[in-house]
Every structure is written in C-alpha cells, then in structure tokens.
C-alpha cells in the first residue's frame, strides 16, 4: 500500500517568508509524528500527533512553528519568518496507534532558506 | 534532557568484516528503536528492544538491550555492500511516544 507522502520534496524560499509543509500518513494511522534532520545528524522530535490533537509539542523550537491536523489525517507543519536556520530536511512518521511504536517515515521536505 | 550517542561516527570496513555501533542514553528508556537511513533516503524501522537484556537476531544482524535499559548494540556480522548508511537508535522514554535519535554511525563498506 501507499506509504508517508510528502510535499513538496524540495521547498527554496526567502528569509522573512511563511512556509506550509504538507504530510500525508499512511491511512489509518492515528499517530503522526514531525521531525527535523540537519545534515550529518539524527531526527530531531518537533511535535506528535494522536488523532487531531497535539500529543506533545515539546520539540517545537519557538513560537513560528505550529502545525495543525484537523481532521486526524493530513498534517500542516507551518513556519512563520522563516530564518536561515530553518533550513533542514522535515521528515514527518506515522504509526499504526498510540503504543505501537514502529515509525513509517515519509520521504522528506528539504527546506533552503536563503 | 534526554540525551542519546553513539560511537563510533564512522565506521569504514572491507566486505565481509564485522561491525558494531554502540548507543548510551543519559537516561533510561521504555524501549529502544533501531532505524537505517541510505544516503539520501528516509530512515527506516528495522527492529525495537522493549526487555532488559533482550536479544534479536534478523539474519546477519544482531540487537542487544543493556539489562540496565540504557544502552544498546547492533552488531552486523559479514558485512555486504547493501549495509551501506547510517544506522540510528532511537530511545522511547516514559509515557511519551517521540523518539529521541541518537547522533547515528555511518557505516561505509568497501568491496
């Protein structure tokens, strides 16, 4: 079956703009969950979903990220003013339910803020 | 907070050689992922250690838990071209569901 889609894969933008990053989990997982890799370096745990609400948002590194999952499927990962240290690769994971904890990651959106 | 490392960064060996990172968390975990990231790609699940002390085995690989819940070992045995990429523990800790990587071993195989 289909897996984690991502889009866009690459995002190029300017510092001082907002960007909107999409996340498509696999269907029927309730658990979503964002990350963000710099290069050279492991995951980094931004915000978990379970269902529609935010589980946990402790990784969240400031108040321009917030991320929305309204109807408990698609997720929005949104960055306000991005700066230049936004730059990375957001990868976003489901799993199957709260408990289960095998993650299927997504491809990734590579994010350049120039 | 938490943290989780691993040693060595890198790690260069000749096909059919031995290979074994290590993973230290500063604290104790509730179970231990393991993941593969190929160059460019998306990392993926390979294996999760929930018991103090436990062991698995998936064909030429080998995962430990510390009986301290702590740490934790992959071991690959004959290594072949296709291992290639960086492996990453990831810890589970308490009642929350997010993964805490470790700072991840590149393995490149020479043939």
Known sequence: ?114 | GQQVMQIPQYQHVQEGEDFTTYCNSSTTLSNIQWYKQRPGGHPVFLIQLVKSGEVKKQKRLTFQFGEAKKNSSLHITATQTTDVGTYFCAGVSGATNKLIFGTGTLLAVQP
């Open chain 1, 1 to 114: 079956g289909a897996g984690v889609s991502q889009t866009p894969s690459n995002k190029v933008t300017e510092k001082g703009k907002y960007v909107e990053l999409r996340c498509d989990p696999i269907s029927g997982h309730t658990a979503l969950y964002w990350y963000r890799q710099s290069l050279g370096q492991g995951p980094e745990f931004l915000i978990y979903f379970q269902g529609t609400g935010a589980a946990d948002d402790s990784g969240l590194p400031n108040d321009r990220f917030f991320a929305v999952r309204p109807e408990g499927s698609v997720s929005t990962l949104k960055i306000q003013r991005t700066e230049r240290g936004d730059s990375a690769v957001y990868l976003c994971a489901s799993s199957l339910r709260q408990g289960y904890n095998e993650q299927f990651f997504g491809p990734g959106t590579r994010l350049t803020v120039l």
